[in-house]
């Protein structure tokens, strides 16, 4: 069954620590996306990466890098510069339209909880 | 004021109540847009994308005005399945020449009792 993998489901992270969350998909979808959600809020966008081997900042990207060395990854790592990391981190994909305007609906991933020890 | 819009609620309500939210978006160039249901601490999923034409799904109707910048989600006969967080989710233009970015609102949290 193609879908979108995220790993893993719950991570701890020490003081001063880099962690890195795994996300790959199968669906042969261009478009990559990260966001962050708190409780009792919406998803904001970290990272999204529209084609291999580029990517762009969302809306909070600061303390956040990711790569996209192949189509099927796009890895999260948060690092010791995001103070305020706890949050439930949500990775999507998504295909093009056929005419190219727009993105199609997002598929995504079953999160990962991030938490700070 | 925000891109996204919505009332986060809760809207409380007996089984088989009519209710309805709404979505207004700032960025008139948006493109497509969609409803999403999202259950406590689960990912969210597709429940409807929003054409211009409005679309129907069931019990669910969405509807979409360009003039007002707003979308809407009516749901008729709750289920007490129904309670969960409705995200509305906006396709916004990335930079200039780029592709389209899903935009979240924060989400309206709709509880069904018996």
């Known amino acids: 069954d193609g879908g979108i993998t995220q790993s893993p489901k719950y991570l701890f992270r020490k003081e001063g620590q880099n962690v890195t969350l795994s996300c790959e998909q199968n669906?042969?979808?261009?478009?990559m996306y990260w966001y962050r959600q708190d409780p009792g809020q919406g998803l904001r966008l970290i990272y999204y990466s529209q084609i291999v081997n580029d990517f762009q900042k969302g809306d909070i990207a600061e303390g956040y890098s990711v790569s996209r060395e192949k189509k099927e990854s796009f890895p999260l790592t948060v690092t010791s510069a995001q103070k305020n990391p706890t949050a439930f981190y949500l990775c999507a994909s998504s295909d093009r339209a056929p005419d190219g305007t727009t993105n199609e609906k997002l598929f995504f991933g079953s999160g990962t909880q991030l938490s700070v020890l | 004021r925000k891109e996204v819009e919505q009332d986060p609620g809760p809207f409380n309500v007996p089984e088989g109540a009519t209710v309805a939210f709404n979505c207004t978006y700032s960025?008139?160039?948006?493109?497509?847009f969609f409803w999403y249901r999202q259950d406590c601490r689960k990912e969210p999923k597709l429940l409807m994308s929003v054409y211009s034409s409005g679309n129907e799904d069931g019990r669910f109707t969405a509807q979409l005005n360009r003039a007002s910048q707003y979308i809407s989600l009516l749901i008729r006969d709750s289920k007490l399945s129904d309670s969960a967080t409705y995200l509305c989710v906006v396709n916004k233009k990335g930079w200039e020449g780029g592709s389209y970015i899903p935009t979240f609102g924060r989400g309206t949290s709709l509880i069904v009792h018996p």
């Open positions: 960025n008139s160039a948006s493109q497509s």
């Open positions: 669906l042969n979808h261009d478009a």
